[in-house]
Structures are given as structure tokens and as C-alpha cells.
């Protein structure tokens, strides 16, 4: 008998577990391709873009100094002497550690801009699909392109991209 009420026992809560487990609503998004398609971003991505290109341009222009440099100092280092070619190269190594500060600056100053241009797009983004994911009924709202984060997409999942979408209007 004490064995036949353990056994009921377990069926109910195993039965309300399924229950409870069925009730939670799932949905998915794929953040990286809301954010992709946000008019904002790419606006944010012309912007990183011409930003980009006044780098690269004024690196272009330091290589090709040093490199002219270079070719001019090698052309008369025979005739130039010692202590002249000594002052040469030191010149050189500067001009070369100045070009990687410049590389490195500008990467710097990319990034920094970068994360100054998508953190309010993504803040954004995140409010629409709380409000979707809320206004659907849904406990949670997982990315569904962050590795790690999904092992199964169920086929009961709901997709609130278009809706996230439609939300931010666009």
C-alpha cells in the first residue's frame, strides 16, 4: 500500500511537471540579423566606413614616405658615410614605429567608434523585443545565434524577428 501511494504520488507530480512544461512559451530571434537590417545600422556602417577610409588613406600615404625613404637612403648609402647612414636608419626604425602607433590609433579609434554607434541601436533593439516577446506571452526570448545559447529550436518556438522588425519600423 505504502509502495501503491508512492508511485501515485510520483505519476502526479510527474504529470504536473509536463503540465507546468508545457505552458512555457518559447521564442527565438536572430539578433544579428535585426541588427543587420536596421536602417540605423546602416547608417552606423557608412559612417565606420567613410572613417575607415580616412585611415586607411593617411596610412597609405606614411608607407609610401617610408618607403620612398627607404629607397632614396639605400640608393646613396654607399656614398653617404657612416655616421649618416647610422642617422638614417635610426630615422627609419622611427618612422616605422611611428606607422604602427598610426595603425594601431586608428584601429583603436575605429572600435571605440564603432561601439559609440551600435550600443543605442542595440539598447534599441533589445526594448522592441522585450515588448514583442511580452506582448506575445512569451518567458523567454533566446538569440538564436549566439553560440552556445541553443541546442534545439523546438518546432513550438515562435520567430519574432518580422514582428521585432515591424516594432522598430522597418
Known amino acids: 500500500m505504502k509502495q501503491f501511494k508512492t508511485l501515485i504520488i510520483a505519476i502526479v507530480l510527474f504529470f504536473g511537471a509536463q503540465v507546468a512544461t508545457a505552458q512555457t512559451k518559447v521564442g527565438h530571434i536572430d539578433v544579428s540579423a535585426l541588427m543587420t537590417t ?3 545600422m546602416k547608417a552606423a556602417e557608412a559612417q565606420l566606413t567613410k572613417l575607415r577610409e580616412g585611415y586607411d588613406t ?3 600615404k606614411l608607407v ?3 618607403q620612398t ?3 632614396q637612403y639605400q640608393k646613396e648609402a654607399e656614398t653617404a658615410g657612416e655616421l649618416l647612414n647610422q642617422t638614417r ?3 627609419m626604425q622611427d618612422m616605422g614605429t611611428r606607422i604602427q602607433k598610426y ?3 586608428a584601429d583603436k579609434s575605429l572600435q571605440d567608434k564603432q561601439i559609440e554607434l ?3 541601436l542595440y539598447e534599441k533593439a533589445l526594448a522592441a523585443i522585450k515588448k514583442v516577446s511580452d506582448a506575445k506571452g512569451l518567458s523567454y526570448t533566446i538569440d538564436a545565434t549566439s553560440p ?3 541546442l534545439n529550436i523546438g518546432a513550438g518556438s515562435i520567430d519574432i524577428l518580422a514582428d521585432v522588425k515591424k516594432e522598430l519600423g522597418f
Open 64 to 66: 609610401a614616405e617610408y
Open 38 to 40: 536596421m536602417p540605423a
Open 89 to 91: 636608419s635610426q630615422e
Open 148 to 150: 552556445g545559447t541553443v
Open 58 to 60: 593617411e596610412y597609405k
Open 69 to 71: 625613404k627607404a629607397a
Open 103 to 105: 595603425q594601431t590609433d
Open 118 to 120: 551600435q550600443k543605442p
